[in-house]
């Protein structure tokens, strides 16, 4: 029986070898008339995405150059208020000796002031001493007049001298007066000068932290949209790379032989009491979801074409139970993306005990002998690039 299992897989490779020549010249005629299929269409999507990407590391990189002229116009108001703030120093400094001079000019002003104090007492005096002379001239029985008219005129002149020094006094204090007036005017006017350059500074200095949070912000946008845009880039060149000689598939699998489902069962409508073996997949078909993957042994692409073909070897598992279900054989690329493989699908099955067939006859309740056995059968495969598809799957 084994032998007849190893002639039968020698002639099944053999039968592929031979048709494959077939299928390449039938391949090259068939890219002229026929359309590609239309996973194709997948490639001009992830071109698609690879452009977007493209178009938003461009405005991106847009939102970059806007910010550094932003940054840039503001380092240059800095730098003007740096300047403003440079020559407010010396006007802080010349605002220190008008101070300082109009600190003089109050001292100044308060020996003025003393000084007419000083006028003002003996001025009081003088007319205290003028009462007194009215007084004793009264009080005298013996009155020089013309002695007494004397020292009154004398005592009108010094008070006429001191009215008139008190005069002057008073100018001088008027117009030290205005000249502190004027003094405080300036004064005024250089401090709220500084007061706005400050509150310009506090302004372009708020301005400026936000707009390096903002080019910070831009600039992290930036970097994770090319590592994306890399990444996206790195996935297309793995997915159109023509020398790429492993890839990893999925698909489905057609065999001619069917699981066996083994069960007891009434022989038919005339004999309900006789149970007998029966299989309840009878059908030659199966399908079968297949994982593996395909290693090219030969390149059939044309130089500079659009879509790649090639030859190489396929080893791939199917079912749930992978490590009891292999599938190997020659593997065809297609269209860059399909994958026609066909070959050995080796299994392990469930099968009747030697002896039993199916149409025994069995009593009710008795279980159906049967035991484990591998198998070689023959399959056709429909595979598709794994990587191709996670891709679309995401998009």
């Known amino acids: 029986m084994i032998k007849n299992q190893h002639f039968i897989i020698l002639f099944a490779v053999f039968f592929v070898m031979a048709i494959n020549s077939q299928i390449h010249a039938q391949s090259t005629s068939a890219a002229e008339s026929e359309k590609p299929l239309p996973m194709v269409d997948s490639l001009a999507t992830m071109r698609y995405m690879l452009n977007e990407e493209r178009n938003k590391v461009a405005d991106q990189a847009q939102k970059l150059d806007s910010v550094y002229r932003q940054i840039k116009s503001l380092s240059g108001e800095l730098e003007r208020l740096k300047q403003r703030e440079s020559e407010l120093v010396p006007l802080n400094e010349a605002l220190n000796l008008k101070i300082i001079e109009l600190g003089a000019e109050l001292h100044s002003k308060n020996n003025f002031l003393e000084e007419q104090l000083r006028i003002q007492k003996e001025k009081e005096q003088l007319f205290t001493e003028k009462e007194q002379l009215y007084k004793d001239a009264i009080n005298s029985s013996m009155i020089d007049k013309v002695k007494l ?28 007066n205005r000249d502190i007036l004027t003094r405080n005017s300036e004064i005024q006017k250089i401090i709220s000068d500084k007061d706005m350059a400050d509150r310009r500074i506090d302004t372009l200095r708020t301005t400026l932290t936000e707009a390096e949070k903002s080019l910070v912000k831009t600039g992290e946008q930036l970097k994770y949209t090319e590592l994306k845009l890399k990444d996206c880039e790195g996935r297309y060149a793995n997915v159109t790379n023509k020398k790429k000689k492993t890839r990893v598939v999925q698909g489905f699998a057609i065999k001619n032989y069917r699981t066996p489902d083994f069960a007891l069962a009434p022989k038919d409508a005339n004999n309900p009491g006789i149970y007998v073996i029966t299989n ?98 023959p399959y056709f495969g429909l595979t598709f690039d794994l990587e191709l598809l996670t891709m679309i799957g995401k998009r």
């Open 280 to 377: 309840k997949n009878t059908s030659n078909i199966e399908f079968d979801f297949v994982t593996g993957a395909s290693f090219m042994l030969k390149d059939l692409s044309k130089p500079n074409a659009a879509l790649t073909y090639d030859v190489g070897f396929f080893l791939g598992f199917g079912g749930n139970n992978l490590f009891k279900n292999f599938y190997l054989g020659p593997n065809f690329k297609l269209f860059d993306v399909l994958h026609v493989n066909l070959g050995a699908n080796v299994r392990e099955y469930e099968a009747l005990k030697e002896g039993f067939n199916v149409g025994d006859r069995l009593d009710a309740g008795i279980a159906i002998p049967t035991t484990k056995e591998w198998k070689i059968k």
């Open 149 to 176: 008219e004397g020292q009154i005129s004398a005592k009108d002149s010094r008070l006429d001298g001191k009215e008139r020094e008190i005069g002057l006094l008073q100018l001088s204090i008027d117009e030290k």
